[in-house]
T-cell receptor, first 114, second 113 residues
Framework: DAGVIQSPRHEVTEMGQEVTLRCKPI?????LFWYRQTMMRGLELLIY????????DSGMPEDRFSAKMPNASFSTLKIQPSEPRDSAVYFC????????????FGPGTRLTVL | AQSVTQLDSQVPVFEEAPVELRCNYS??????LFWYVQYPNQGLQLLLK??????LVKGINGFEAEFNKSQTSFHLRKPSVHISDTAEYFC???????????FGAGTRLFVKA
């Protein structure tokens, strides 16, 4: 298996632009997580999907952030409009359903908003 | 709500020396505990996990951790580290009735020659 795939790996954009991050989870996994990692705040859970349905989005910072999972093999995290404080590494992770199961992380997308 | 405290932000150690990375958690319910490792420019990967049973858990790359319920700790140990163990290590907790995993702030392990 190729593991969790994220694209792009790096994104540099200007403030105010729309940014879309993409994730392909491991085939057969039915739980998907989006995290944000910064030096100041560490690793934060943004949103959790189970069977393509958003279960908890309480970690989404504000309305500028939105996430979708149209099918079991694809998810997006969109920021519109982007701001410099959104600069971070964004990780997607997937797992089999069950809170005791290992989460498999993608390589991350390093976002820089100028 | 749970929380995780990793007591050391950085741990420098010489190659072949033993190391312990400390983790304490707080929770009002039963929990599952995890240690993940993150190598530079990569995502996190699981080292080991405690679900139930024996309190001493063995993981990959020679790491082990011991669950201590009375002290609410889950310290990670390795008897002899290698240069290749240089990475950031995250302790994490999930309550047995939920889905959300809470990660600690991480401990950066530097192994020196």
């Amino acid at each position: 298996d190729a593991g969790v795939i994220q694209s792009p790996r790096h994104e540099v954009t200007e403030m105010g632009q729309e940014v879309t991050l993409r994730c392909k989870p491991i085939s057969g996994h039915n739980s998907l997580f989006w995290y944000r990692q910064t030096m100041m705040r560490g690793l934060e859970l943004l949103i959790y999907f189970n069977n393509n349905v958003p279960i908890d989005d309480s970690g989404m910072p504000e309305d500028r952030f939105s996430a979708k999972m149209p099918n079991a093999s694809f998810s997006t995290l969109k920021i519109q409009p982007s701001e410099p404080r959104d600069s971070a590494v964004y990780f997607c992770a997937s797992s089999l359903e069950g809170h005791y199961n290992e989460q498999f992380f993608g390589p991350g997308t390093r976002l820089t908003v100028l | 709500a749970q929380s995780v405290t990793q007591l050391d932000s950085q741990v420098p150690v010489f190659e072949e020396a033993p190391v312990e990375l400390r983790c304490n958690y707080s929770s009002s319910v039963s929990v599952y505990l995890f240690w993940y490792v993150q190598y530079p420019n990569q995502g996190l990967q699981l080292l080991l996990k405690y679900l139930s049973g024996s309190t001493l858990v063995k993981g990959i790359n020679g790491f082990e951790a011991e669950f201590n319920k009375s002290q609410t700790s889950f310290h990670l140990r390795k008897p002899s580290v290698h240069i290749s163990d240089t990475a950031e290590y995250f302790c994490a907790v999930t309550d047995t009735g939920g889905f959300k995993t809470i990660f600690g702030a991480g401990t950066r392990l530097f192994v020196k020659a």
